[in-house]
Structures are given as C-alpha cells and as structure tokens.
C-alpha cells in the first residue's frame, strides 16, 4: 500500500522558516517524480514544487521561487520541502504528492501537514 | 501562462441525478488533464487523467472527455459520497501544473 506521510508543519512568524518533510513506502520511491501542493484556507489547489525521480531537477511555482527549495534523499525515502522568508500567504495544508509516470497526474497524495505563518 | 476556468462554480443537484462539470484551457493541453475530487476535510483523490482514464479504484459512474481546450467530468448517476469540490489539472505546459479553481457539487 502507498503511504505518504508528511511532517513538520505547524507555527512560524513571519521571516521565519520551516522545513516539511514526506516520508514514502509502498513503491520504489526513487522511480517517482514528487511535487508539494498547498491548499490555503478555504481555497483553491496550488501546486508549488517538484522534483524529479533522481533528485536532479527541481522545479518550481513563480510565487515561490527563491524562497523554497525542494530535495529529497532517495536511501531514506524521503522528499524535502526548505521554505524560507515565510509570509503570511504561504499559510496552508501542504501535500505531499506521487506522479504517477512522466507526464501523468499526481495518483497518491498525504494527508497534509499545517503551516501556519502568523505572528 | 496557462489558465484553467471550471463552470459551474457550484451545481447543486440531488442523489440520483446527473453531473456534467466542465474546464476550460486558456491554450491547448492536448490530453494532458486530468481531474481531482477532494471530499470535507480530506485530501484530493484522482478521479481521470489523460481526459478519459479513470484511475485505479474509480467507479464507471465517473467519466471523462475532450481534448483541446476543453473538457467534461461527468458522474452520470449521483452518490451521497460524490458530493465534494472537483478539480481538473493540465500536465501539457509546466511548470506550473496548473489547477483549475474547482467546482462544488452540493446536495441540492
């Protein structure tokens, strides 16, 4: 079975930072291109990060450019999510999500960890 | 940039009834779309993707179409569960991978 498990959201001031993690089991994570997706409250999906299966190639969202870095350490089955110079508009549930091949959608998704941008 | 518009923004229908959802790209994506469902409180489940392909798991009431700049997620028979915010998603020009902002199907 696929599991995502995401970590380390919770209360930060603005300026401040947090690093989210994902931990993965159930498939051959380092196969698997992964990408983060925020939800902000009460609105709409965001995608804002990904990274490809080897860890080479990360890619991002213009709104968060420069400010967050994506990583991932394929031994531990893990992917990163380094989020720097928080503002209050990065608050959200931040998923963690699977492609399902080259070009396709995101077919696993985590249940979400919290960050809160607030002083 | 790529843009996603969904209509309705709500449907409110009753168990039983169709749905008829639609996105619209602002230039062509092709196949490359897929849709999302995301129930109260949980996260997104995908529902189609490549415009017609329901994923592992995904009842036939769900289908999909189009191609180009647009598309429709149909559930041609309602079920309590369905009752939940829609999301369709291209995969053609990235990044980003664009969502559209959702459609709401309501208990009517």
């Known amino acids: 079975e696929v599991q995502l498990l995401e970590s380390g959201g919770g209360l930060v001031q603005p300026g401040g930072s947090l690093r989210l993690s994902c931990t993965a089991s159930?498939?051959?994570?380092?196969?698997?291109?992964m990408s983060w997706v925020r939800q902000a409250p009460g609105k709409g999906l965001e995608w804002v990060a990904g990274?490809?299966?080897?860890?080479?190639?990360?890619f991002y969202a213009d709104s968060v450019m420069g400010h967050f870095t994506v990583s991932r350490d394929n031994s531990k089955n893990t992917v990163y999510l380094q989020m720097n110079s928080l503002r209050a508009d990065d608050t959200a549930v931040y998923y963690c999500?699977?492609?399902?091949?080259?070009?396709?959608?995101?077919?696993?998704w985590g249940q979400g960890t919290l960050v809160t941008v607030s002083s | 940039e790529m843009a996603l518009t969904q209509s309705p923004a709500t449907l409110s229908l009753s168990p039983g009834e169709r749905a008829t959802l639609s996105c619209r790209a602002s230039?062509?994506?092709?196949?490359?779309l897929a849709w999302y469902q995301q129930r109260p409180g949980q996260a997104p489940r995908l529902l189609i993707y490549?415009?017609?392909n329901r994923a592992n798991g995904i009842p036939a009431r769900f289908s999909g179409s189009g191609s180009g700049t647009d598309f429709t997620l149909t559930i041609s028979s309602l079920e309590p569960e369905d009752f939940a915010i829609y999301y369709c998603?291209?995969?053609?020009?990235?990044?980003?991978?664009?969502f559209g902002p959702g459609t709401k199907v309501e208990i009517k």
């Open positions: 990274i490809n299966a080897i860890g080479s190639e990360p």
């Open positions: 159930g498939f051959t994570f380092s196969n698997y291109a």
């Open positions: 230039q062509s994506v092709g196949t490359y």
């Open positions: 998603q291209q995969r053609l020009i990235w990044p980003p991978f664009t």
């Open positions: 490549d415009a017609s």
């Open positions: 999500t699977k492609e399902m091949a080259i070009t396709k959608p995101f077919d696993y």
